[in-house]
């Protein structure tokens, strides 16, 4: 139901856009991110009326966004660090706060000179 794309591989400094497209209009939709050795945490979420949640690592440097026509969701990542470096998950679900229970398949981003 969540069709994710836009990782890679990019320099210290660098920008990158994930997309996220559900195949129906969900409440609030997000993205969670894993690095290798470490648990799946928050980077942001926003609802359908444009509520957001961010992660302090992501503040001031990440914004996320949505098209409610397209039920797709945006994550405008700039300024990213090597400690980005990650599989960054789309997650859908009922609340900004909580995981919600879809995700999509992991895309990886990759920071490093």
């Known amino acids: 139901q969540l069709q994710a794309s836009g990782g890679g591989l990019v320099q210290p400094g660098g920008s990158l856009r994930l997309s996220c497209a559900a195949s129906?209009?969900?409440?609030?939709m997000g993205w969670y991110r894993q690095a290798p050795g470490k648990q799946r945490e928050l980077v942001a979420a926003?609802?359908?009326?444009?509520?957001?949640q961010y992660a302090d690592s992501a503040k001031g440097r990440f914004t996320i966004s949505r098209d409610n026509a397209k039920n797709t969701v945006y994550l405008q990542m700039n300024s990213l660090k090597p400690e980005d470096t990650a599989v960054y998950y789309c997650?859908?679900?009922?609340?900004?706060?909580?995981?919600?229970?879809?995700w999509g398949q992991g895309t990886l981003v990759t920071v490093s000179s």
């Open positions: 997650n859908a679900g009922s609340s900004i706060t909580f995981r919600g229970a879809y």
């Open positions: 129906r209009s969900i409440f609030s």
């Open positions: 926003i609802s359908n009326g444009g509520a957001t």
